[in-house]
């Protein structure tokens, strides 16, 4: 089954006390201290009613602002946003996004952050996951920032046995959403010691997914007393998921345990494994009332074609055509696709074909013969508009990744299409192909498919992306590689029967 090779973005959702203006300040700081150290330009202090705006800040470094009332939430809400592009260690872009949001001048103010990675160019293995970005590290010591009844802190908050009660009133809160992760240390350690060389490591890729706590020798027997039935000891990491039931033993498999073996025997893979849950829940919490309240931004087109703009349409180097031996047309003006003469999409994969140059965003590089072969086959037609379908719906996506405003991949977008667009079902668009097709030598080859020289200088990419176009093990798939935050295109390589993997013959 394809499994997916997207890189999972980092998502923490908060509130803090601090109000609006102040929040929006001390971020607007600790951004310029980063960039600062980074060695990037400072940004100007942003003016209260300034209209969106996108700045270059360095090679490849954009920084876009925006903020104003919160639709629908009364006279005193209001939101600022700050959404920094910064070149990666591999291939593409880091996204950071920082979003604020109160319903009041003076009152609490609701934070979400997400960190993520835009990939560019051919991969076949998946990166990994995005760390906690320091900006959070910094951040969070300074708001006092929690989620419900979880507190949010950067390191693990140690415990003497005075201050079990309230850990026990955090595990039963029926409000607590994120996890609580609660630490052991091994009785003949001292609790500093295995708090630097275990736990800070350990602990790493945690801070704003889950409170985090260590019972002290003097509080572990204590908390075992009190939870028979949900123990930490011997050095190990328990992480209690909501809606803990102390009365109950069948409730404790529902929390897992990390032992302390698993720690020892690979402390990297143990901290993977440890931030694995908090980080789904974190990403799945549904956003609060006014962080959902959030226009999505947008950029007037005399901004997004500024010279801020990140390798823009215009700006893409020229296509070696002779070299790579493609029948890849240059860039032109962009212009919506008409409207089918068959009113639903074209009637055969011949009136696809010749009418591919309506997505001025994607590029067929192909071989035409295998998807002009498709009209033989007695479901034709039906699987041409499919695919028409899916190319509507890519070019769609195309268009706003380019202005740096998809939120995710074609999938994601998919499954959460903006109104007035097509929607292309989501269970037909797959991130990529099986690590069992992937490292195959004839199937990966297969799925090695043309782009120009400026994308890959082999003039070959992996594209295990693709549409699933119709059922069964021969039915069509369009096969294509997702290039937007680099070149400002999606390339697609193949459109035909059904490549070999390990369903097919």
């Known amino acids: 089954m394809p499994t997916d090779h997207a890189q999972p973005p980092y998502r923490l959702t908060a509130a803090t006390p601090r109000p609006h203006h102040e929040t929006a300040a001390l971020v607007d700081q600790l951004l310029a201290d980063w960039l600062k150290s980074e060695g990037h330009e400072e940004p100007a202090p942003r003016e209260r009613q300034a209209p969106p705006e996108r700045l270059r800040l360095g090679e490849r470094v954009l920084l876009d602002r925006d903020g104003g009332p919160l639709p629908g939430r009364g006279p005193g809400a209001r939101y600022s946003r700050r959404r920094l592009r910064t070149p990666a260690a591999q291939p593409g872009t880091d996204q950071l996004t920082l979003v604020l949001a109160s319903d009041s001048a003076a009152g609490p103010t609701r934070l979400r952050i997400e960190a993520e990675h835009l990939p560019a160019g051919p991969t076949a293995v998946p990166p990994g996951r995005v760390p906690v970005p320091d900006l959070v590290r910094r951040l969070l010591p300074l708001l006092d920032a929690a989620e419900g009844p979880v507190p949010l802190t950067v390191a693990p908050r140690l415990l003497a046995p005075a201050d079990l009660d309230g850990l026990i009133d955090e595990l039963c809160d029926p409000e607590r959403q994120l996890p609580t992760v609660v630490a052991s240390v091994p009785p003949a350690v001292p609790v500093e010691q295995w708090q630097r060389r275990v736990l800070d490591p350990l602990l790493r890729q945690l801070p704003g997914l889950a409170s985090l706590y260590v019972l002290g020798h003097g509080a572990l027997p204590r908390f075992n007393l009190a939870l028979e039935y949900h123990k930490v000891y011997g050095g190990a990491v328990r992480t209690f998921l909501p809606e803990v039931d102390p009365a109950s033993r069948a409730d404790a498999a529902r929390h897992p345990v990390l032992p302390r073996s698993r720690i020892d025997e690979n402390p990297r893979r143990a901290a993977a494994l440890l931030a694995r849950e908090p980080r789904r829940i974190a990403a799945e919490l549904p956003l609060p009332a006014p962080l959902d309240a959030v226009p999505a931004l947008w950029l007037p087109p005399e901004v997004r074609k500024a010279p ?49 140059g309506e997505f001025p965003l994607l590029e067929y590089t192909g071989d035409s013969k295998e998807t002009l072969a498709l009209d033989g086959q007695s479901e034709a037609d039906g699987w041409a508009r499919l695919t028409w379908e899916g190319l509507t719906a890519l070019q769609e996506y ?27 079902p989501p269970r037909k668009a797959v991130r990529g192909e099986s690590r069992t097709v992937a490292s195959h030598g004839k199937w990966k080859r297969q799925r090695m498919l043309p782009v120009p020289s400026a994308v890959d200088s082999s003039c070959r990419a992996f594209m295990g992306a693709h549409l699933r176009i119709g059922g069964g093990g021969t039915a069509p798939r369009v096969h294509y590689l997702d290039d937007c935050s680099g070149s400002g295109r999606i390339y697609v390589g193949y459109i035909g029967l059904h490549l070999t993997n390990t369903r097919t013959n």
Do not use: N
């Open 308 to 356: 801020a703009a990140p390798r823009a349409v215009a700006e893409r180097p020229p296509v070696q055509l002779e070299r790579c031996r493609l029948r890849i047309e240059l860039p032109r003006e962009p212009r919506e696709p008409r409207r089918s003469r068959c009113g639903t999409g074209p009637a055969s994969f011949g009136e696809l074909v010749d009418r591919f």
């Open 398 to 424: 195309a268009a706003a990744a380019v202005r740096g405003e998809a939120g995710g991949d074609f999938k994601q977008w998919c499954e959460h299409t903006p109104p007035g667009c097509h929607r292309f």
